[in-house]
């Protein structure tokens, strides 16, 4: 095998499928990511919230808390006497706003409204983040799976060679033994490369649905996310004001203080204005009597009823404050140790590169000494095996990289991107 042959044919072989594949448009992150947004549940459900929230602020709007109520009665003592005494009325109950009462509903209706949005954008984003992780998780298994064939294949081919020289009587028996037992070896991180590239594919899928067909793990894009820009980088905590998941604190924590600014007017029930009207007559053969009559009925107070109520609500309220407050400590915290990560797995890659090279131009030497006889086997297989784990590392840390900057995004609370040219 010439020089550099064998990381030549690595290369090739992580980069045949994405070539012939190249006529088919490649899923891209992006892609896949919006998929996986369809198919949650608050995604599918949001038209309904969004209609249930502003049924809620046009019920605020109305003149009374609740729709009046209609009131009739017959009174008669024709059971058991000859009397006749009767007396019919109809009326229209119709309940009051407290004081204060329809302005704080109005208020807790239209944070109520405003916090749909927010909810949706926390639940993509935590959607995402499992999406992330199993997109480059795919991706490594499928590196990892054509690394390991390309391995078979150079152990195959150094097994043949060796073969050749055995029967000429240059090398041992057990050189060809030696070189058997790396085919198998081979063999078996394969079958095991191919193991986990079907379960990461199975993760993925559970995600976004079913992939347009069998194999179709070769057709993701490469392309790695955009890093965040600049501003985002010197001052994370002016990135953090659109936070989705800061926004949805946010917006429970203002639900939350409108709910206990609404509990503190609801200190009794609503109350009633009734207007009704009386037909009577004493009894039988007396002409009808007309009645007019207007009522007020003020609950005198809720008790101990309304003090649990308001107890709660203060309670939701500094719970909802509580949680946003350490939600942006530990969201602070994450955006900068994931720049750092994504910084360090730069330079990580770099370094992986770098032994890359070296451990392909080693093998270029050892591949000519052994050829000439002047390197033994064990010392041409370990060789082999040290180019082919520097290239498994280089492989490892471009997509280690790419991952990091997915997670500096995520923890910035940015979805999917491809760099800008």
Not at 80 to 91: C, D, F, L, T, Y
Not at 95 to 113: D, F, M
Request: glycine content about 4%.
């Amino acid at each position: 095998m010439a020089a550099h042959g064998a990381v030549a044919l690595l290369l090739c072989a992580v980069t045949a499928s994405a070539q012939a594949q190249a006529a088919a448009p490649a899923l891209t992150l992006e892609a896949a990511a919006q998929a996986a947004i369809q198919r949650l549940p608050q995604t599918q459900a949001a038209s309904h919230r969004s209609e249930a929230a502003e049924a809620l602020r046009r019920a605020s709007e109305r003149w009374t808390p609740e729709a009046p109520a209609l009131e009739t009665a017959l009174k008669s003592d024709r059971i058991g006497s000859k009397a006749g005494a009767r007396e019919v009325s109809i009326g229209l109950a119709v309940p009051l706003w407290l004081p204060g009462e329809r302005a704080a509903s109005r208020a807790l209706a239209e944070a109520e409204l405003a916090a749909l949005t927010p909810s949706q954008q926390a639940a993509a984003l935590v959607a995402v983040a499992e999406l992330r992780a199993a997109w480059w998780g795919l991706h490594l298994a499928r590196n990892e799976q054509a690394l390991m064939r390309a391995r078979l294949t150079h152990a195959e081919q150094l097994a043949a060679d060796v073969a050749k020289r055995v029967r000429a009587g240059d090398l041992a028996r057990a050189d060809q033994h030696q070189a058997d037992g790396a085919v198998a070896a081979a063999q078996m991180e394969l079958a095991q490369a191919q193991a986990a590239q079907v379960q990461a594919g199975q993760a993925l899928q559970a995600l976004i649905g079913p992939l347009p067909a069998p194999g179709a793990e070769a057709s993701l894009s490469d392309q790695a996310e955009a890093a965040p820009d600049a501003a985002a980088a010197v001052d994370p905590a002016a990135a953090l004001q659109a936070h989705p998941l800061l926004r949805e604190l946010a917006a429970r924590a203002e639900i939350a203080q409108r709910s206990a600014a609404l509990n503190r007017v609801q200190t009794r029930a609503s109350p009633e204005l009734s207007l009704s009207t009386a037909r009577d007559r004493g009894a039988f053969g007396e002409p009808y009597g007309q009645a007019l009559t207007l009522a007020l009925r003020l609950p005198l107070g809720a008790g101990e009823h309304h003090s649990a109520r308001q107890s709660a609500a203060l309670a939701e309220l500094a719970e909802a404050q509580a949680r946003l407050s350490l939600a942006r400590e530990r969201i602070a915290a994450e955006v900068q140790a994931a720049q750092g990560r994504a910084q360090l797995a730069r330079v990580g890659l770099q370094a992986a590169e770098r032994r890359a090279q070296l451990a392909d131009e080693a093998q270029g030497f050892f591949e000519k000494s052994f050829r000439l006889g002047q390197a033994d086997l064990p010392t041409r297989l370990r060789v082999a095996l040290e180019a082919f784990e520097a290239q498994r590392q280089a492989l490892r840390a471009r997509i280690e990289l790419a991952q990091a900057v997915s997670q500096w995004r995520q923890a910035l609370g940015l979805l999917p991107a491809a760099p800008t040219e």
